[in-house]
């Protein structure tokens, strides 16, 4: 079992950066695949990015955040962080991480139904 809480989420002016993290509990952080979604008001919870178990070689991202969002992970620290720039309004959002126990694959799902554990999450408001 893992527990994961988000930090760094705040209020920004569009085109500022924001660096989301988030921190597991447990030996075995690195047996997990770790994403972000984000769920804006009235809106369902979307997939933002997912960094694959391990060494995190692959990477996957929305299409609404390629080029501007990275996502990556410090096993050592049993974190995952997302790096955000350009943040636009349309960003504004409670981002949560999602881990998805997979210590044998370099798997990266998209569907938050595959993630068991989930952080409370953390708002980053952006203002135009």
């Known amino acids: 079992q893992v527990q994961l809480v988000e930090s760094g989420g705040g209020l920004v002016q569009a085109g500022g950066s924001l660096r989301l993290s988030c921190a597991a509990s447990?030996?075995?952080?690195?047996?997990?695949?770790m994403a972000w979604f984000r769920q804006a008001p009235g809106k369902e919870r979307e997939f933002v990015a997912v960094?694959?178990?391990?060494?995190?070689?692959?990477?996957r991202y929305a299409d609404s955040v390629k080029g501007r969002f990275t996502i990556s992970r410090d096993n050592a620290k049993n974190t995952v962080y997302l790096q955000m720039n350009s943040l636009k309004p349309e960003d504004t959002a409670v981002y949560s991480c999602?881990?998805?126990?997979?210590?044998?694959?370099?798997?990266?799902?998209?569907?938050?139904?595959?993630?068991?554990?989930w952080g409370q999450g953390t708002q980053v408001t952006v203002s135009s």
């Open positions: 960094i694959s178990s391990r060494s995190g070689t692959t990477l």
């Open positions: 999602a881990a998805d126990y997979s210590p044998y694959t370099s798997g990266t799902p998209l569907n938050s139904h595959d993630y068991l554990y």
């Open positions: 447990g030996r075995t952080f690195s047996s997990y695949a």
